[in-house]
T-cell receptor
Framework: GAVVSQHPSWVICKSGTSVKIECRSL??????MFWYRQFPKQSLMLMAT?????????EQGVEKDKFLINHASLTLSTLTVTSAHPEDSSFYIC????????FGPGTRLTVT | GENVEQHPSTLSVQEGDSAVIKCTYS??????FPWYKQELGKGPQLIID?????GEKKDQRIAVTLNKTAKHFSLHITETQPEDSAVYFC?????????????FGQGTTLQVKP
């Protein structure tokens, strides 16, 4: 199957700083990638749809100015959490879809 | 919009027994139904999927059935093994194959006792 990678796998940052998470499709091109957020023992919540060469589409209730998404190429999408606060601590997962949707391994963000 | 309900939330079976997880969806336009397995601290892994033009699909010990009329689909795992222990998510999607977004169920924690 298709492989999606994320970097970093975990990150700790101080409150008020920004953090960038990268999502790469390693063996295929993806015009569309998705960003999810998952709290402990909960389901995946779709945050936004990342479209190569255009603006991301955010789900209702997700602050676009706080969660900046850039899809600069067919294999790379980035999520930047700006001015992070402890409540932003979560597991962030990206995915890319060819016929099926494949997920990255996730990034554990802890804001202190 | 689409809503996916998944049951049960937890399921404990003895090794070798079968496990069944059920999901219902609300949007009759949904046409793609994948199942994912998620181990602790990892991203979801696609284990099987089914499209709306098919009623059943099987891959070794795993099978999925779809009832479009009733708008529900189920995951069946036979001859369960301890390594099957994980959280399983169902999902539903509409739209085109590479842009349609997935709506996930709440997840089922499966425990297989050796």
């Amino acid at each position: 199957g298709a492989v999606v990678s994320q970097h970093p796998s975990w990150v700790i940052c101080k409150s008020g700083t920004s953090v960038k998470i990268e999502c790469r499709s390693l063996d295929f091109q993806a015009t569309t990638m998705f960003w999810y957020r998952q709290f402990p023992k909960q389901s995946l919540m779709l945050m936004a749809t990342s479209n190569e060469g255009s603006k991301a589409t955010y789900e209702q209730g997700v602050e676009k100015d706080k969660f900046l998404i850039n899809h600069a190429s067919l294999t790379l999408s980035t999520l930047t959490v700006t001015s992070a606060h402890p409540e932003d601590s979560s597991f962030y997962i990206c995915s890319a879809r060819v016929e099926e949707q494949y997920f990255g391994p996730g990034t554990r963000l802890t804001v202190t | 919009g689409e809503n996916v309900e998944q049951h049960p939330s937890t399921l404990s079976v003895q090794e070798g027994d079968s496990a069944v997880i059920k999901c219902t969806y609300s949007d009759s336009a949904s046409n793609y139904f994948p199942w994912y397995k998620q181990e602790l601290g990892k991203g979801p892994q696609l284990i099987i999927d089914i499209r709306s033009n098919v009623g059943e699909k099987k891959d070794q010990r795993i099978a999925v059935t779809l009832n479009k009329t009733a708008k529900h689909f189920s995951l069946h795992i036979t001859e369960t093994q301890p390594e099957d222990s994980a959280v399983y998510f169902c999902a539903a999607s509409t739209g085109s194959s590479n842009t349609g977004k997935l709506i996930f169920g709440q997840g089922t924690t499966l425990q297989v006792k050796p």
